[in-house]
């Protein structure tokens, strides 16, 4: 059988459109060969839920949102077409969930345990899942009343130092703040010295190691110095110095008696000291004496008679 030109066309035409809607279904999530089963679902509000929004079970799309009404009774009637493949347990519930955090609406189906299978055109239980904005503004509302009720503290404590502080008291502050910066630069200035220094310092601690590992060498010695000093410390305990400084006494007492005995004009020696009429006759007496014996031994004959052979000398 031979076709003409213009009915080839037309059955490409035909096909082509046929193509074209099966694409634009396929696209939407629908199975135009493999059929789908439509469910009814009610929300008070469907917060942005669009026609052709995906119908998921565990991520899985399995169907699409075909309608979404307003129905008599103030509730929003959603109609998702689910594929034949998936059967929907009776219990079941459509939760109306966010994809991303721009907010896209998806319906996650939970399905449940029963063995019962929810009838076509059944109406299964709908439930609204916060999404991540409105669990983070669950989680931040807490914590911007907190921050509002501490900025208003803190805004009445500066109110309030603000008060308190009169003019007077707000310069001091500034002076001091003043003399805390140059207590820094010299905080600062004294660090730069000792970097500078660090190399004396360094010098004086390792001196310092050398002389405590001589004491550590040298330990042994040290005790025996200190055993010999608290040996003589306790011979000097034992010692009678008692009895020693008491004989000091005693000759410093007998000692004085003769000082006094000397400066007395009693006795010889007294008189020696303190006449000076004895003193110059005994100071005649050995003048006188030495010019005697000055003579005797210039003239030993005038003193010394001599017989020998019994001659006389005249």
């Given at each position: 059988?031979?076709?003409?030109?213009?009915?080839?066309?037309?059955?490409?035409?035909?096909?082509?459109?046929?193509?074209f809607?099966?694409?634009?279904?396929?696209?939407?999530?629908?199975n135009?060969?493999?059929?789908?089963?439509?469910?009814?679902?009610?929300?008070?509000n469907?917060?942005?839920?669009?026609?052709?929004?995906?119908?998921?079970?565990?991520?899985?799309?399995?169907?699409?949102?075909?309608?979404?009404?307003?129905?008599?009774?103030?509730?929003?009637?959603?109609?998702?077409?689910?594929?034949?493949?998936?059967?929907?347990?009776?219990?079941s519930?459509?939760?109306?969930?966010?994809?991303?955090?721009?907010?896209?609406?998806?319906?996650?189906?939970?399905?449940?345990?029963?063995?019962?299978?929810?009838?076509e055109?059944?109406?299964i239980?709908?439930?609204?899942?916060?999404?991540?904005?409105?669990?983070?503004?669950?989680?931040?509302?807490?914590?911007?009343?907190?921050?509002?009720?501490?900025?208003?503290?803190?805004?009445?404590?500066?109110?309030?130092?603000?008060g308190?502080?009169d003019?007077?008291?707000?310069?001091?502050?500034?002076?001091?703040?003043?003399?805390l910066?140059?207590?820094?630069?010299?905080?600062?200035?004294?660090?730069?010295?000792?970097?500078?220094?660090?190399?004396?310092?360094?010098?004086?601690?390792?001196?310092?190691?050398?002389?405590?590992?001589?004491?550590a060498?040298?330990?042994?010695?040290?005790?025996?110095?200190?055993?010999?000093?608290?040996?003589?410390?306790?011979?000097?305990?034992?010692?009678?110095?008692?009895?020693?400084?008491?004989?000091?006494?005693?000759?410093?007492?007998?000692?004085?008696?003769?000082?006094?005995?000397?400066?007395?004009?009693?006795?010889s020696?007294?008189?020696l000291?303190n006449?000076?009429?004895?003193?110059?006759?005994?100071n005649?007496?050995?003048?006188?004496?030495?010019?005697?014996?000055?003579?005797?031994?210039?003239?030993p004959?005038?003193?010394i008679?001599?017989?020998?052979?019994g001659?006389?000398?005249?």
């Open positions: 059988m031979k076709f003409s030109k213009e009915a080839r066309i037309g059955l490409l035409v035909a096909a082509s459109i046929l193509i809607f099966a694409g634009f279904y396929f696209l939407k999530g629908a135009i060969f493999s059929g789908e089963n439509e469910y009814y679902v009610y929300y008070d469907v917060q942005g839920l669009q026609p052709s929004s995906p119908v998921q079970v565990k991520g899985l799309a399995v169907g699409r949102v075909s309608e979404i009404k307003l129905n008599g009774g103030g509730k929003v009637q959603v109609t998702i077409a689910v594929n034949k493949r998936t059967k929907i347990p009776v219990g519930v459509a939760k109306l969930t966010s994809t991303d955090l721009l907010g896209t609406k998806a319906i996650s189906l939970e399905l449940s345990n029963n063995e019962q299978i929810a009838e055109e059944s109406i239980v709908g439930d609204v899942e916060g999404g991540i904005i409105d669990a983070l503004s669950v989680e931040i509302t807490p914590l911007l009343r907190d921050m509002r009720h501490a900025v208003g503290t803190l805004d009445s404590v500066l109110l309030s130092v603000n308190v502080l003019a007077e008291s707000k310069e001091n502050l500034r002076s001091s703040i003043a003399n910066d140059v207590t820094m630069d010299n905080f600062s200035q004294l660090s730069s010295r000792l970097n500078a220094e660090s190399t004396q310092l360094q010098g004086v601690i390792r001196n310092a190691n050398s002389i405590t590992s001589n004491l060498s040298n330990n042994e010695r040290i005790t025996n110095i200190i055993n010999n000093a608290s040996t003589i410390t306790d011979q000097l305990n034992q010692a009678q110095i008692d009895k020693t400084m008491n004989e000091f006494r005693l000759a410093a007492n007998q000692l004085n008696d003769v000082l006094a005995k000397v400066n007395g004009k009693d006795g020696l007294g008189l000291v006449d000076p009429a004895m003193y110059n006759n005994l005649s007496s050995l003048h006188t004496l030495n010019s005697l014996m000055a003579d005797i031994e210039a003239h004959t005038r003193y008679n001599l017989t020998i052979f001659r006389k000398k005249q």
